[in-house]
């Protein structure tokens, strides 16, 4: 529950779930790609499955922690996760 104000900003809580879904379909993408299946993933680096399957459809949020965890898994640096070049960061 937001305990501010501006945590109820919709305009705000419209770009989190951006940011939420960008993130996810980054994290489905790389693992795609080397052949993973969310179960591999989320064993590996240590976040449930349905964890796993609602940060890939960006209907949640992950710890630091845990997106650094999934990073390494991936062998990817955390940041590639949050967006795709060094472009998207500006």
Do not use: K
Not at 38 to 61: D, M, P
């Amino acid at each position: 529950m937001p305990t501010r104000p501006s945590q109820t900003d919709p305009a705000r809580a419209r770009r989190w779930d951006e940011y939420r879904g960008q993130v996810g379909s980054r994290i489905r993408q790389l693992r795609i790609e080397q052949g993973l299946t969310q179960e591999a993933l989320a064993l590996e680096s240590g976040v449930t499955r349905n964890v796993l399957i609602h940060v890939e459809h960006g209907r949640r949020g992950l710890l630091y922690e845990r997106l650094f965890d999934i990073a390494e898994v991936l062998g990817v640096p955390a940041g590639s996760l949050l967006c795709e070049s060094d472009q998207d960061l500006t």
